[in-house]
């Protein structure tokens, strides 16, 4: 039988050796490539896009390691990795900071080992205190795991009057109370409601070159959506991902009037709802600590929870960091941040949260 010439290439491409390269973001056409592949590869997320290494880079300062592993001119896996150097919590070499999802997003298993030895190894020149790898499923059973946060995930139905009745009733009465209230959602408007959000919670403010960074290097995958009231002011704001058909909810913030006129949860709803009628499927409202009030919130929802595997390889510390308010130190800073006069807070936050990943 003979053998045809596309047989003979794909034996050729089989048998070249994997090959492991560092993405350039000033290269336009490995930067393409790698998001190509992050597109159609199931196990990526929004976080494994390239356009994180620009804005870890330009506005936090931190090393970047995007590692993509490559086969006959085709790429199989990508990680990317960035290294925080921190006076409060070490230094670690992470998928990703400042992200909920990372890890080896892979179409091989090869790739996959291939990464994650690379990875080991860029750990072991950068002399890193740990590398972690934020994993949506378990990877290595024997490493410590970091069991604190869950995802909460829901299928969106193509109808918005079924997404509605799949609201459970007292949450949707919370929904329905916004509507009566005369609240409207806008694009728009954001920094201002998230900076005296996080304030009002003791956790100082990513800086707002960050959020221009990310509406400028996603550009349409990346929108804000503010509530107002009949009158124009604003109330509730959130700051979404969108990636394939899912809808990422990521940042967000209200006003201290939001709570009575049910701002936030008409948000969510004007939010899905939205999502609904341009064909988004998924609505991932993030990441959650557990017996957190936004725990609750989105389990009130109708969401269940689904556990992350936060995944550590430990070299020069005895256990995992604990970057929550279960740790001393974060409780402390929580604490003195509430009380800064919010000029302050805002000028010092982004001076503080590049520390935190």
Not at 86 to 115: C, D, I, K, W
Request: hydrophobic share 40%; net charge positive.
């Amino acid at each position: 039988m003979r053998t045809t010439i596309e047989e003979v290439t794909r034996l050729a491409a089989a048998s070249a050796p994997l090959v492991i390269k560092r993405l350039d973001h000033d290269d336009p056409v490995a930067v393409a490539r790698w998001d190509a592949f992050v597109q159609a590869c199931p196990e990526a997320t929004f976080f494994h896009r390239s356009g994180w290494q620009r804005i870890l880079r330009e506005v936090f300062g931190h090393a970047t390691h995007f590692l993509y592993a490559e086969r006959a001119g085709v790429v199989e896996g990508v990680l990317p990795l960035a290294q925080v150097k921190s006076r409060l919590f070490g230094n670690s070499l992470a998928s990703l900071p400042f992200a909920v999802y990372g890890g080896v997003a892979a179409s091989t298993p090869a790739a996959v080992e291939a990464l994650e030895r690379e990875a080991q190894a860029t750990a072991g020149r950068l002399r890193v205190d740990h590398l972690e790898m934020r994993n949506l499923r378990q990877r290595h059973p024997e490493w410590p795991t970091q069991a604190l946060y869950v995802s909460f995930r829901k299928e969106i139905a193509p109808e918005v009057e079924a997404n509605m009745q799949a609201i459970p009733r007292k949450q949707r009465a919370m929904v329905r109370k916004g509507i009566k209230n005369g609240l409207r959602s806008e694009p728009g408007r954001f920094f201002a409601l998230y900076a005296d959000n996080v304030h009002r919670h003791g956790t100082p403010a990513f800086p707002r070159r960050y959020f221009d960074a990310l509406q400028r290097v996603f550009a349409d995958d990346c929108q804000v959506l503010t509530v107002v009231d009949g009158s124009g002011r604003s109330l509730s704001s959130v700051l979404s991902f969108y990636f394939r058909d899912e809808v990422l909810p990521y940042y967000a913030g209200d006003a201290l009037s939001a709570r009575e006129l049910a701002a936030n949860d008409f948000k969510y709803w004007e939010l899905m709802r939205r999502s609904c009628e341009r064909g988004i499927k998924v609505f991932d409202y993030g990441r959650s600590k557990q017996g957190t009030g936004s725990y609750s919130f989105k389990k009130n929802w109708g969401f269940e929870p689904q556990p992350l595997f936060y995944e550590y390889c430990l070299y020069r510390r005895e256990a995992i960091p604990q970057n929550n308010p279960s740790n001393a130190k974060y409780r402390l800073l929580i604490n003195t941040w509430r009380r800064l006069p919010i000029g302050l807070a805002n000028w010092l936050g982004p001076f503080i949260v590049r520390n935190l990943g």
